[in-house]
């Protein structure tokens, strides 16, 4: 079961690093993955068939965050 979900910020190369969230981000693309580590692994598929793949590291950068998703029936400590 899935348990993560690895959102990436797609912002503008002027767009400080620390300012690159939901609310600054020319997109924002979302997967599920099963793992904290497949969150840094798991999304350069879906970033690949944006079309704002081609500017990627001319005009603009990627910022990666990671949720815990809430899984019915499971509790955590």
Not at 4 to 13: D, R, S
Request: proline letters at 4%.
């Amino acid at each position: 079961m899935n348990a993560f979900l690895a959102i990436v910020y797609i912002c503008a190369l002027t767009t400080p690093v620390h300012s690159c969230d939901e609310a600054s981000a020319q997109d924002v693309l979302q997967v599920r993955v099963g793992s904290e580590m497949a969150c840094m692994t798991g999304w350069q598929e879906v970033v690949a068939r944006s079309a704002l793949a081609e500017g990627v590291g001319r005009d603009s950068y990627l910022k990666t965050r990671c949720k815990r998703l809430a899984i019915p029936g499971v509790e955590r400590p």
